[in-house]
């Protein structure tokens, strides 16, 4: 089983746009295709991000969604604080990923797929990670 962390703009387009590659992710780990791997301040990035009034058209129940994802998810308790990259909260990506023993790191963000692999994690695009789903890689 495929262990991947989805960092929040993945899942907050899989969310609003479902039907391109982040929607097909989403519902693919819904399905148990992946295990998600999450933790408590991912959890609480993704609450503030869906509550913000831009996503109110897209997202009608977002602490709803928040509950579905941690609910479907592996929850880990980093023990690391890390300091990797410059944007703080995509360390919390990597302490997730590292502390779940991730396989795969799911970003659109350009901080963390410039790093490549992190602890064992190979961190890739949300259609790279379709591709390896539908591949079964």
Same mark, same amino acid.
């Given at each position: @089983?495929?262990?991947?962390?989805?960092?929040?703009?993945?899942?907050?387009?899989?969310?609003?746009?479902?039907? $391109?590659?982040?929607?097909?992710?989403? /519902?693919?780990?819904?399905?148990?295709?992946? &295990?998600?791997?999450?933790?408590?301040?991912? @959890?609480?990035?993704?609450?503030?991000?869906?509550?913000?009034?831009? &996503?109110?058209?897209?997202?009608?129940?977002? &602490?709803?969604?928040?509950?579905?994802? /941690?609910?479907?998810?592996?929850?880990?308790?980093?023990?690391?604080?890390?300091?990797? !990259?410059?944007?703080?909260?995509?360390?919390?990506? %990597?302490?997730?990923?590292?502390?779940?023993?991730?396989?795969?790191? !799911?970003?659109?963000?350009? $901080?963390? %797929?410039?790093?490549?692999?992190?602890?064992?994690?190979?961190?890739?695009?949300?259609?790279?990670? &379709?591709?390896?789903?539908?591949?079964?890689?």
């Amino acid at each position: @089983m495929i262990w991947a962390v989805l960092d929040t703009n993945t899942l907050v387009s899989g969310f609003g746009w479902p039907d $391109g590659p982040p929607g097909q992710i989403v /519902e693919r780990a819904l399905r148990g295709r992946f &295990l998600i791997v999450t933790s408590r301040a991912l @959890m609480a990035e993704l609450a503030d991000v869906l509550q913000r009034p831009k &996503l109110a058209a897209v997202v009608s129940e977002p &602490l709803a969604l928040v509950l579905l994802i /941690e609910t479907a998810s592996v929850l880990v308790e980093p023990v690391l604080r890390l300091s990797v !990259v410059p944007d703080d909260p995509d360390n919390r990506v %990597l302490e997730a990923s590292q502390a779940g023993h991730a396989d795969y790191i !799911v970003t659109g963000d350009g $901080g963390l %797929l410039e790093l490549d692999t992190f602890d064992g994690a190979s961190i890739v695009q949300p259609s790279d990670f &379709l591709q390896i789903l539908d591949s079964g890689s």
